[in-house]
């Protein structure tokens, strides 16, 4: 079993980084700038409010607690997928053939996702787990995706990004790229072998959070206009170039993990 000790520290440090995040989002005005994110900020602290009212109202294995706990999670993840599509948004307005080729694909992703997970609810008696469990691996894989292919654009045609708009995308970058590579290797038998994982996977979030924070320390600046430079037809063959590269990194990561587990 994990350490008490450990569990308390990390809980503490997280609770702790969700009410600055949330404080300096309103201190900061974020809502004028990206009212989404502002939003997801917001419920953070209000996640972790709800689910221990709940277990304390009602007790931990509760059937009132496990649908609150459920609920709260399911939102929180909508929040999240939002503010990625309003990451890419406000980053690529300025580019029309850029966005309009990510825009399709955050349509497709939602989509897609969403029946996925509705196929895992309707077969299992548990639908409202399964379908936040499906939905949250599918999040982490397309947030992945579409996040890197984010940060390629941006390095490769240089469409550069405001100082809270890469830190945001950097830290949910990396938190889903972690989560998506816990869901390659570990599988539920190896679970028992690494009972301190689940604390390493809260300190991933923990870290994401700091990246979030930092550009809040200080006054936000206005970001600087930028100039079209991309057109749909150039964005798309990058697109379709990221995406065999990133097919054959997964199949790759599968095959591995697979090994792995044997």
Not at 18 to 24: G, P
Not at 50 to 57: D, L, N, P
Not at 58 to 77: D, E, F, Q
Not at 214 to 224: G, I, N, Q, T
Request: glycine fraction near 4%.
């Amino acid at each position: 079993m994990q350490p008490p000790l450990v569990e308390s520290v990390l809980w503490a440090l997280g609770t702790a980084l969700k009410l600055l995040l949330c404080f300096f989002a309103f201190y900061r005005r974020l809502y004028r700038r990206l009212p989404w994110l502002t939003f997801y900020l917001a419920l953070l602290p209000a996640e972790v409010a709800v689910v221990w009212w709940a277990y304390r109202e009602w007790g931990y294995t509760s059937r009132p607690a496990w649908y609150a706990y459920w609920s709260v999670l399911g939102i929180v993840l909508i929040a999240r997928a939002l503010v990625i599509a309003e990451l890419c948004l406000k980053s690529l307005a300025s580019y029309p053939g850029v966005w309009s080729v990510i825009r399709k694909l955050l349509v497709l992703a939602a989509s897609i996702l969403l029946l996925w997970a509705g196929v895992a609810a309707a077969q299992n008696a548990y639908w409202i787990s399964a379908f936040v469990l499906t939905a949250e691996q599918g999040l982490e894989f397309s947030g992945a995706v579409i996040l890197t292919l984010l940060f390629a654009i941006s390095v490769g045609y240089r469409v550069w990004l405001g100082s809270v708009e890469r830190n945001i995308a950097f830290g949910l970058a990396f938190y889903s790229i972690f989560q998506a590579m816990n869901h390659t290797f570990l599988s539920p038998q190896l679970m028992p072998y690494f009972p301190w994982w689940d604390s390493v996977r809260v300190a991933s979030f923990d870290a994401a959070m700091v990246f979030w924070l930092l550009p809040l320390l200080k006054p936000l600046k206005d970001p600087e206009p930028q100039t079209p430079v991309l057109s749909e037809t150039v964005v798309a063959d990058l697109l379709h170039q990221s995406l065999a590269e990133m097919r054959n990194a997964t199949e790759k990561l599968r095959r591995l993990g697979n090994a792995t587990r044997k």
